[in-house]
């Protein structure tokens, strides 16, 4: 069974001094790619990571605040493109959980710690799979999306949803590099028209 690890203790948020910023795909020289390099390395300063990085797994936290004026669900503000930047800052190999939020207020924070086994116990998962194929194969989406139809019938009511993802991986695999491609293939089908839709900004 794979390992569950606590969240780290509210006590533990930092309030970041610079807005986060998703990850994006322009080159290293563009304004965006440098305000999220200045991001992360103001947010490993404030972070202290060096205190967890030598003594085990670690677990983030991020809580991400948008202006009322800006739309949880939609314009690229996907969880998974906050917390990703983030991972790889610190090394998705060193981390065991990654946890994230997002709602309209101001400032934005996020804690570090070193991962503990969850206390509680935990309900099952809705849904399990065993996947073998690499995350950018056709193949990878229709079975995750058959595993997510067979679980919940009926497509989500609209609004924002609360997902848990638990990757148990090889030694050759790296779940940061699953996780965006999961929370896409799992909330991106619509089962009206049968089509691809992407809806993963709605964690």
């Not at 309030?15 to 999220?36: F, Y």
Request: hydrophobic share 40%.
């Amino acid at each position: 069974m794979t390992q569950l690890f606590e969240r780290p203790a509210a006590s533990r948020q930092i309030e970041l001094d610079h807005e986060p910023r998703p990850r994006g795909w322009n080159a290293n020289n563009h304004s965006d790619q440098l305000k999220l390099h200045t991001y992360l390395d103001e947010a490993g300063k404030e972070l202290l990571a060096e205190e967890w990085t030598g003594g085990g797994a670690g677990a983030i936290d991020l809580v991400v605040g948008l202006p009322k004026t800006t739309s949880l669900q939609r314009g690229g503000h996907d969880l998974d493109n906050y917390l990703l930047p983030l991972a790889g800052y610190f090394g998705a190999s060193r981390i065991g959980a990654a946890f994230g939020g997002k709602s309209h207020q101001q400032g934005s924070s996020v804690a570090v710690a070193l991962a503990a086994p969850a206390s509680k116990t935990i309900g099952p998962a809705q849904l399990s799979t065993r996947m073998s194929m690499s995350a950018t194969l056709a193949s990878w989406a229709e079975t995750i999306n058959r595993a997510c139809r067979s679980a919940v019938i009926e497509p989500l009511s609209p609004g924002p949803v609360g997902v848990r993802l638990q990757f148990g991986v090889s030694r050759t695999r790296n779940w940061a590099s699953l996780l965006h491609r999961s929370i896409d293939d799992s909330l991106g089908h619509d089962v009206v028209v049968r089509a691809w839709w992407w809806r993963d900004g709605r964690p």
